[in-house]
């Protein structure tokens, strides 16, 4: 069964701070790997993904993440947070027809 | 909109109701998820459909639970005797096909459930 642990569940910042969270997954086989965010009020959005191929993924709103497989780790950045990145971002792996998701990063940008 | 949608968004039901929560996934789309969101955690899978039929029930967390999508489009999320461990948001999601493919899986907004 696949699982996912992510760390600092609450991470305050200032505008234009860089952000990174970390992710750490166990799955044992192929992985699909994704980055889904929150905003207040909202549904789950898909942020990026990675399935194969270059281990460094772009995604919406300037944010990416990389794939390193020897540490079995997706963690996620931006170099320059805005306001609007207030979110719960959370981190999940798919396999056997389902995902599984981390406890998820509150993330609080301050103007 | 094209969306997934649920209803109602909001739920309050006493200790022993039963309740139904509904999905009305995008059109055409295959595969279809039930997940619960307890406060403060991350989604928890429920149960998936490949069209009309249940392949996979496992995270259903008692008989009390029961899923069906009979035509292979909408969905029902069934809760018999509500109980106060049962307050979660439940969380739909469809993907276009079925397997793995290279395609993410559309959220819907959820249904809030609280057993009061």
């Known amino acids: 069964a696949q699982s996912v642990s992510q760390h600092n569940h609450h991470v305050i910042l200032s505008e234009a701070a860089s952000l990174e969270l970390g992710c750490n997954y166990s799955?044992?086989?192929?992985?699909?790997l994704f980055w889904y965010v929150q905003y207040p009020g909202q549904h789950l959005q898909l942020l990026l993904k990675?399935?194969?191929?270059?281990?460094l993924v772009k995604g919406i709103k300037g944010f990416e993440a990389e794939f390193i497989k020897s540490k079995f780790s997706f963690n996620l950045r931006k170099p320059s947070v805005q306001w609007s990145d207030t979110a719960e971002y959370f981190c999940a792996v798919g396999g056997n027809n389902r995902l599984a998701f981390g406890k998820g990063n509150q993330v609080v940008v301050i103007p | 909109g094209a969306g997934v949608s649920q209803s109602p968004r909001y739920k309050v039901a006493k200790r022993g109701q039963d309740v139904a929560l509904r999905c009305d996934p995008i059109s055409g789309h295959v595969s279809l998820f039930w997940y619960q969101q307890a406060l403060g955690q991350g989604p928890e899978f429920l149960t998936y459909f490949q069209n009309e039929a249940q392949l996979d029930k496992s995270g259903l967390p008692s008989d009390r639970f029961f899923a069906e999508r009979p035509e292979g489009s909408v969905s029902t999320l069934k809760i018999q005797r509500t109980q106060q461990e049962d307050s979660a948001v439940y969380l739909c999601?469809?993907?276009?096909?079925?397997?793995?493919?290279?395609?993410?899986?559309?959220f819907g907004q959820g249904t809030r459930l609280t057993v009061v």
């Open positions: 999601a469809s993907r276009p096909r079925s397997g793995q493919g290279h395609t993410e899986a559309f």
């Open positions: 990675y399935f194969s191929g270059d281990p």
């Open positions: 799955y044992g086989g192929t992985v699909n």
